[in-house]
């Protein structure tokens, strides 16, 4: 019984339960590499943090890397899960997204798609 009262309590009085982040003091920082053929965007994505007026919101850099061009990239926060941000290679929309730390060098790849053209990836850091 008590536990269908405490399930009744939640349904009708909801709250959110807002998490600390996970930040660090120094930064943790990659190599972003595209060695695919052409020009990449490349979006690095932290995880949400509730801003000054309440709203949830991400910090996201769109980066612009020519054929063989590198890019160090550095974020303290706020992390996912495991010190990850999300990564996504685009154009006027996402091709390829995924979970990556921030170490080392990611690169950026490309390999034939079934229709003759190219899949653009990236090779995210577990």
Not at 103 to 111: K, L, M, Q
Request: with cysteine; proline share 6%.
């Amino acid at each position: 019984m008590m536990r269908y009262i405490a399930l009744a309590f939640l349904f009708f009085f909801p709250f959110t339960v807002q998490a600390a982040g996970l930040y660090t003091e120094r930064p943790h920082c990659a190599v972003l590499k595209n060695e695919s053929k052409g020009t990449a965007f490349v979006a690095i994505r932290t995880d949400f943090y509730t801003a000054p007026d309440g709203s949830r919101s991400y910090y996201e850099e769109v980066i612009h890397l020519k054929e063989g061009q590198e890019r160090e990239i550095c974020a303290k926060g706020p992390f996912l899960p495991d010190y990850k941000v999300t990564l996504i290679v685009k154009s006027l929309f996402p091709l390829y997204e995924c979970k990556t730390k921030l170490t080392g060098t990611i690169p950026i790849r490309e390999r034939p798609d079934k229709e003759g053209g190219r899949d653009v990836y990236a090779v995210c850091v577990d």
